[in-house]
């Protein structure tokens, strides 16, 4: 992991003392000295966020957060939270409306081919609501 994680730190003039920091800060400096292959899903995952953080970019994108389910996914999800906290843009997709909903400010739905923004609410039965800002008319889709 140390020879993929400094790889894209040299790419991006990262410093080692950033790469370290990123890797504690995604709970993974105790198994920095493995192969990126031999990690799990969920390590993974969190490999690809701390290359994604080098450089302190102002916004990150990701698939579905919650894509590898594993009982770290919350610790993954606040590590999420803390940096939207810090004024980072976070850009996911999702197809679990729960995700959404819980994680999201803003919200573009593609429908159809066309993209509509707003903010997402679960309904108890299943389905959403798209509140829409400047879009006449909400977009309910049935839940899967």
């Known amino acids: 992991m140390d020879e993929t994680i400094g790889f ?8 080692g003392r950033e790469v370290a920091r990123l890797l504690a800060e995604v709970g993974l400096a105790d198994v920095a000295g493995r192969p990126a292959g031999a990690l799990s899903g969920g390590m993974k995952q969190r490999l690809a966020l701390a290359i994604a953080l080098l450089g302190d970019p102002r916004s990150c994108c990701s698939t579905s957060p919650r894509r590898t389910w594993t009982p770290r996914a919350d610790a993954f999800l606040k590590r999420l939270a803390g940096l939207h906290a810090r004024g980072k843009t976070l850009l996911f997709t999702s197809h679990r409306l729960e995700e959404v909903e819980a994680m999201a400010d803003r919200v573009l739905v593609l429908d159809q081919g066309r993209i509509r923004t707003g903010w997402v609410e679960l309904l108890p039965s299943g389905a959403f609501r798209l509140g829409t800002e400047g879009i006449a008319g909400d977009l309910v889709e049935e839940g899967s």
Not at 8 to 15: G, H, I, M, T, V
């Open 8 to 15: 894209y730190a040299r790419l991006r003039r990262s410093e």
